[in-house]
């Protein structure tokens, strides 16, 4: 690719603005704060579900616990219970009715114990639970934090998604007509040049790598007929002639 229409080398600078304009934008698409802020809200919901799955479990094992605590309990008011009637019936002997008393005396300091170990057991329960709840408290309002910020970034999204619509359809205005050796050239040196294959040469500086011409190459590039498509020897970009250069 040695020539191409000056005209349409100077509007290859409008198809670079267009192109540097819609990777900012995708850029800036990639950067939205939300993303960052979903990124922080993920991890903190990670770490709350840990501690719910832990706090849920260590709360069913406690639930078991005043279970089989208030089985005891009954177990032993049952048998007190029994013994009581039996006594009462006044249809034992006496060595019976000495045994059963003795036997109510010992259900009775084992049931102050066994009552003792349940509420101490439904105590822990209740305070366990309290900080269950607090923590789904907390879960729900990061899921409430969380959808609203991904409402802010689908919203961020559109809004740039439109705009890259309309400098797409744009670009293709300002590309349709253009030389196509000139074009399939500016391609390639954009994809290895990361993004920008064209500069335009202001004074004795290309604009693409903001680095000044020695006098030589400016009077070489001068000296070219306006339709050569000359390139910076400094970063190898077009470089497009203004009437200023």
Known sequence: MTTAPAADQRRLLDVQELDTRLAQLAHKRRSLPALARLVELDSQLADLDAALVTSRTAASDLRIEVAKAETDVDQVRSRAARN????????????????????????????????????????????????????????????????????????????????????????????????AGLVALYERLRGQLGGSGAAALRGNRCEGCRLDLNGQDLEVIRARPADAVVRCEECGRILVRLTDS
């Open 84 to 179: 009581q009637a039996r006594l009462d019936g006044g249809q034992v002997g006496a060595k019976d009715a000495q045994a059963l008393t003795s036997e109510l005396e010992s259900l009775a300091a084992r049931q102050a114990h066994l009552e003792d170990v349940e509420l101490e057991v439904m105590e822990r329960l209740e305070a366990h639970e309290a900080v269950l709840r607090d923590l789904e408290q907390a879960q729900g309002a990061l899921v409430a934090d969380r959808d609203k910020v991904v409402a802010e970034r689908d919203a961020g999204y559109a809004e740039l998604d439109a705009e890259a619509a309309r400098v797409r359809a744009e670009r293709e205005r300002a590309a349709e007509g253009l030389d």
